[in-house]
């Protein structure tokens, strides 16, 4: 009776502590937020994204092109019962704001990046505008020293690098495709980079989204992305 006693205090107890230990670690995810940064060309939809990630309803129809580097914000989302909290912040696309990037990385110490590109060089091939802020992301991101020239820390690499393609809902039937969202023709000149950050220890994670009209889209590519990396 003693021993039977001392296993129940003893399960009652084992029991607790995993209560304690799941509510900690829920507790936790909610008030650590994890860095993200959110880099692309202009107009490709970072400012939607940012909207997006705050709320599961509408978000306003952006006209405006984001000017310089603002303020990183929190953002909480949840999945199938599992509530993260992340910070992102809203940064312009256009080329001479491409070093903010650089800055915004350094600054907030991102852990994971979301690139977003669209279609338009699948309309037209003579668009480079993702191709070059592409290159210019991959550069700064295996750079051994800061711009600064100061060396790079362990830390200051990225976990993981998505490459999202967005507004799927413009382009999704114009340019089908059968096979994987891996072998998609709209990923195929980023490929290059994407072999770059993975020799560097970088993993990358191709994404097709519309950031604006499916928001349970871009919080199960988030939660993808914390999970597998």
Known sequence: ???????????????????????????????????????????????T???????????PDIKKRTVGLHKGTRKTIKVEGETHTLKSADVGG?????????????????????????????????????????????DAICAN?????????????PIAVGMWA???DIWGKKYSHEGEIQDHPIFEPFKYGMQRLNDKGIPTFKY??????????????VTTMLKDY
Request: charged share 25%.
């Open 166 to 168: 967005n507004k799927y």
């Open 1 to 47: 009776m003693v021993t039977y006693l001392w296993w129940l205090n003893v399960s009652v107890l084992a029991g607790f502590a995993i209560v304690i230990t799941e509510a900690a670690i829920a507790f936790y995810k909610r008030i650590h937020a994890i860095p993200f940064g959110i880099y692309g060309a202009t107009m490709v939809g970072k400012t």
């Open 94 to 138: 256009e080329s001479f704001y491409w070093k903010e990037w650089i800055a915004d990385m350094k600054r907030r110490k991102v852990k994971y990046i979301i690139f977003m590109i669209d279609h338009r060089h699948l309309d037209s091939g003579a668009n480079l505008d993702h191709q070059l802020a592409w290159k210019f992301l991959v």
């Open 208 to 221: 097709i989204v519309s950031a604006k009209s499916q928001p349970e889209m871009v919080y199960l590519g």
């Open 145 to 157: 020293t800061w711009p600064n020239g100061k060396k790079k820390k362990e830390p200051d690499y």
């Open 49 to 59: 994204l940012n909207h997006q990630l705050r709320t599961r309803g509408e978000v």
